[in-house]
DNA sequence: TAGTTTAGTTGACGTAGATCAATTAGCTAC
DNA sequence: GTAGCTAATTGATCTACGTCAACTAAACTA
């Protein structure tokens, strides 16, 4: 099936390290940070970032409080990342998929504002803060992205508030469902047949929903003939009445 | 009363250019941008800070998709910022008072992802971006200082993500509350007297919440003997009561 | 192969907060 | 002074989603 993530591909499984020797070369380059940077620049970015052995499910990039030293950019598989409240509770901030950027919240203060930890075998690279600043310093693109990059995620954030506060539990669904799908194009996967690499539990932890919910919800759309769903397995019939439903007022 | 917003007093009304000349000089120097950098850098931020005119309440800074070119800081009075999904209803993602930075969401995309407007009578700072970025690549000091200003309004935002969707009207509410209370007191004014600057539909929509429950939470607020609540003059009777509810798992 | 654990589904019922509605108190206009 | 507004409060009722509980099906293990 065209849709399964990548971390199951032949290339990842057995050579993990030989998947991106460099940016450059990596498949992900038009979507990562490469993005905004000129061919000598990524370069200079290149010899930054640091390629660790693969993370296996469970284990964890870093933890709320850790001191804060590095971003991480996804090269394969997926990462949630949550945050633990005064009281205990758990709050799933966010998803991250290959090409993506997480640990920019450690920044701000120092340390990780979350914990971070791999869904499902995971390819990361690590990328320093510190030269990242170094870097910005002389190079205006690079500087320029990260600013961006930042105010993505502020947007991105309230986004999520809007999407938490204000609309129900079909809405903030459809919206996760349709957003995992155009980040799936972006990559070039199939947009409509989508592995998921979160559990129920992690689903309605970040839309504010319970397990229970999230499940009957699954199965209200399959019912209306909107999806198939089988667990994890994820097939997308109608993505316009999904966009339809994620962008519907209260 | 000591905790009157300061847009009230005498020297911001009848000479608001005055206020400050100039950031070195400007009372909110040491909570606002001036605060991460040496003397001599302070001067050079100086040179691209532009001190317009006072808004009106009602006036607005800019609006949700126009160009981005500036971020502001609120010197005096406060600023509500908002912005519209697609199916037109309004979410408020912040209130800004002295000594806050507005406008980093237009980062990203180069167009303001919400709208900005005065909730009383405001003096506002405008730091065209374009300068920041040059003085970022001068002054590695500036350029910190940015990246970690972006990083305290994502993790700010997460929090609020988890506010809004894991927790009860009453805690969400006291956060409001223990959150105006410590801005307060950052800017050495009372954290128990509170000149509220929005109304309960800006805090209701704020908080997730409909206008009647933030005014039946403030009824039990006052009842159980935690605050005084008149209109939009709030008396903090039981900080750490608040603190305590606010800080509850759900 | 049975026995335990874990993730997900489905149903019955309860509740926090939304909705609808009535009332009060300032404010502006004339 | 009173008509018309708007912001806020308070009460009565409704409902989307949570809670509790029973059940199914993998997956793990011993």
Chains 1, 2 share one sequence.
């Not at 409240?85 to 758990?90: F, L, T």
């Not at 701000?108 to 910005?136: K, Q, T, W």
């Amino acid at each position: 099936m065209i849709a399964v993530s990548e971390h199951n591909a032949p290339s990842d499984k057995h050579c993990p390290h030989n998947a991106a020797i460099n940016c450059a070369s990596c498949r992900l380059s038009a979507i990562c940070l490469p993005l905004a940077l000129a061919q000598d620049e990524i370069v200079q970015l290149d010899e930054i970032v640091q390629r660790g052995r693969p993370l296996q499910k469970g284990q964890h990039l870093y933890r709320e409080n850790d001191h804060f030293s590095s971003v991480f950019a996804v090269r394969s598989g997926a990462v949630k990342a949550y945050s633990m409240s005064d009281s205990g509770e758990e709050q799933v901030t966010g998803f991250y998929l290959p090409g993506e950027i997480l640990g920019m919240d450690g920044i701000g203060h120092n340390r990780y504002a979350s914990s971070a930890v791999a869904m499902e075998v995971s390819a990361i690279c690590e990328i320093p803060f510190a030269n990242i600043e170094d870097l910005s310093g002389k190079l205006p693109n690079m500087q320029k992205h990260f600013f961006k990059l930042l105010s993505q995620e502020i947007v991105e954030d309230q986004r999520h508030i809007t999407l938490v506060s204000k609309h129900t539990a079909e809405e903030r669904l459809a919206s996760l469902i349709v957003s995992i799908s155009a980040r799936n194009a972006r990559r070039n996967l199939s947009p409509l047949n989508i592995r998921l690499p979160m559990s129920r539990t992690d689903i309605g932890n970040f839309l504010g929903l319970t397990i229970e919910t999230v499940s009957r919800v699954f199965s209200r759309f399959a019912k209306q003939g909107l999806i198939e769903i089988d667990k994890k397995e994820l097939v997308v019939l109608d993505i316009d009445a999904l966009k339809h439903i994620a962008s519907l007022g209260h």
